[in-house]
């Protein structure tokens, strides 16, 4: 699946930003440190690890670079530093020719741009390292948005997979916390992302779906703007959707010039998320400032609009229990209660102490309770609480890392529309009434109302049934003499086994002892 020539440039690229020696520096082994202290003669990397992991990535090509994006947000697996300059990857990539993406969609839509679309932008609005976007207008006069899958995409990515699968297993096998580390599972997180992203159709059913749940029916209609998917112009490589018109989040002075309430802006978005999670348990979770704008139409004022639906987050009903009982500990400073879920989850060991989980979340915990409410992160929290779990060989779950990782993008974004934006207030009454909707009577009438479809095929036949089993013939006795049968047929054969083992030794022993004499 890869060549020996690209595995040479890898480790060319690794030896020039000096990678080999922060791979070396983790081993402790004499022949790691031998060998580290070889590649370093005449060497001497000045440069800060993270900022050269960054550079090697970017160096290496756009699957290296969503490679380093994936594992910025795996603070509970690396150190701080790499993280945080690990963040600062963006999608710069120099867009591919539009001649290429004219031949790309009319290979998936059967005929040319020209015929397909009114009008076509043959330059692109965006570009990232696995597709690029070009507007145009369909011949019915809607606008849209024509995201188009980088030719050659599949066979770069199956090649570089193959050599990460690979990397992984070598420091699975040799470093020394490589198992708690777990790289084949971060890398087989990474791969199932990235695949997801290669079928546009599925991301295109990832934003229907979104769209759905927050429509008119839905009661959160004027929450959040989804762009419509138009179907017929949408295969696994190209995924045409509306146009939509807005500012970027992250334009603060553009969306206070349109008018817009910025401190109601950012508690929206703490609702919206909130909202996305424990209602619906599916969440886009790629909300980065280039993915959310804020509509400037007259119309639609002031509502978020959400792009890119590569990457999306869905919750179980345990795990939306878990993390609203978690969330509410924290609120009320329950840290026994939070040891308690921790280990009823199996998230960690059977044989953890409670007291001692607890010693160690309200050490997490209990400094940020001492600050004023608009200093505290809970997404800095969740992350100080994964690090501490590396004591306690917690099994973080992979679902939860892609939650607090979009949590820490809600609150960044939070916080830089409204400084003074208080998280922990905002989410609380959410929670709250959340949990009392699920465990009261309200909870119980939606939870009957689930299952009367079940239900009501399944009562109406619970009498036949009762009957026919009371009138079957009792055939306990039956079973009891069977089973002393083969009891003492289990037993025969024992005193059987036993007189055999004794002839066989004794025989055993005369042949031994017609030998010697």
Known sequence: MFSFLHILRILGVAYRYGLDDLALSSLNHPLARALRWTLRLGRRPKAPRGLRLRRALESLGPIFVKFGQMLSTRRDLIPADIANELALLQDRVAPFPSAQAAACIEAALGAPPAQLFAHFEVDPVASASIAQVHFAVLHDGREVAVKVLRPGMR???????????????????????????????????????????LDLVREASNCSQLRRNFDAASGRGDWLIVPEVIWEFTTSTVFTMQRMYGIPVGQVDRLRAAGI????????????????VFSDGFFHADMHPGNIYVSDQPETLGRYIALDFGIVGSLSEFDKNYLAQNFLAFFHRDYRRVAQLHIESGWVPADTREEELEGAVRAVCEPYFDRPLSEISLGQVLLRLFQTSRRFNVEIQPQLVLLQKTLLNVEGLGRQLDPNLDLWKTAKPYLENWMRRRIGLEGLRQTLTKEATQWSQTLPALPRL???????????????????????????????????????????????WALTR
Do not use: C
């Not at 009891?480 to 055999?500: D, G, I, K, S, Y």
């Open 466 to 512: 009762m009957y026919e089993r009371l009138s079957r013939p009792d055939t306990s006795p039956y079973l009891l003499a069977e089973m002393t049968r083969l009891r003492q047929a289990q037993e025969q054969n024992n005193r059987l086994l036993v007189a055999l083992t004794a002839v066989l030794a004794v025989a055993v022993g005369v042949a031994l």
């Open 155 to 197: 066979e770069a990515i199956e090649r570089d997979l193959a050599l990460l699968h690979w990397v992984a297993r070598i420091i699975e096998r040799t470093g020394p916390d490589g198992r708690r580390l777990k790289p084949r599972e971060v890398v087989a997180e990474f791969d199932n992302y990235l695949h997801d992203e």
């Open 261 to 276: 309430d910025i401190p109601k802006l950012a508690r929206s978005g703490v609702d919206i998320f909130f909202s996305q």
